[in-house]
């Protein structure tokens, strides 16, 4: 496994790595505090969607994402976490990942570990809390791991939902009502309330969290809430702005970081 640290801002660390066994291209792994003596590390795995702005290549889409918004959010909420983000292609749903889920998620989470802890200069670290967050298309990537049969998945304790609650929202409400787990929904209406993330939240997310209905029947009798889906929340701001303007929030907010 190739490792390249450089210094990000005053406190933070980011890390280029090569997964020594995963089909994705790369990830940009970065540490918002200066590691002391640890077992465990926080991880938050984000999976971006599809390029914008003509990125083709992992250092476009690193300066990218390095530069953002979300980065910055991540670091001003000032709490000890590995924000991972794997390159997942240009479209991000039809990525390597959608037919090597198993061995991708691994073998991101493993190298991860192993690259901080080298870089901790620890023996060995495990992996702590694990948080899934997602941005439009890479929902269809985090359905895949959501799906998998992993001991890392043992360690999930969150899920964020970015604008990217697709064609799978019923399955995602029979998943969340059996998993407990909290999930987060922010989404954007967008300009002709055709927008498939905000149809879902409105139609089959929300009325679940309320308990109106049961979304995974047809038709839906009443059924008691899913009272580990969090609220929806509308974004303020527009589909690509809205993990820099949310990310930060749920990083404080959270319980579990």
Do not use: C
């Not at 976490?81 to 889920?101: F, I, R, Y």
């Amino acid at each position: 496994m190739k490792v390249k640290w450089m210094k990000t801002g005053e406190k933070g660390t980011e890390g280029l790595l090569e997964p020594s066994a995963a089909a994705t291209r790369g990830m940009t792994v970065i540490l918002t505090t200066s590691l002391a003596p640890v077992k465990s590390v926080n991880v938050i795995l984000y999976l971006h969607g599809h390029y914008v702005g003509g990125a083709k290549s992992f250092g476009e889409f690193r300066a990218h994402y390095t530069s953002s918004e979300m980065v910055k959010a991540v670091f001003a909420a000032n709490k000890p976490v590995v924000l991972v983000l794997p390159e997942l292609g240009e479209n991000a749903d039809s990525a390597d990942w959608v037919s090597s889920s198993q061995k991708n998620f691994d073998s991101v989470i493993q190298d991860t570990l192993d690259g901080v802890a080298k870089h901790a200069k620890v023996e060995k670290l495990e992996l702590g809390t694990l948080i899934l967050a997602a941005h439009s298309g890479g929902g269809f990537v985090m359905r895949r791991i959501r799906d998998l049969n992993s001991d890392h998945l043992k360690k999930l304790k969150e899920v964020w939902m970015l604008d990217s609650l697709y064609d799978d929202a019923k399955r995602w409400v029979s998943w969340a009502s059996l998993s407990g787990l909290p999930v987060h929904n922010i989404y954007t209406k967008g300009p002709d309330s055709k927008h498939a993330p905000y149809l879902n939240s409105s139609k089959i997310y929300e009325p679940a969290r309320k308990g109106e209905v049961m979304a995974i029947q047809d038709p839906p009798p009443q059924a008691p809430p899913v009272t580990n889906l969090q609220p929806a929340v509308e974004s303020e701001v527009n589909h690509h702005r809205v993990p820099g303007a949310y990310i930060g929030e749920l990083i404080r907010k959270s319980k579990n970081l």
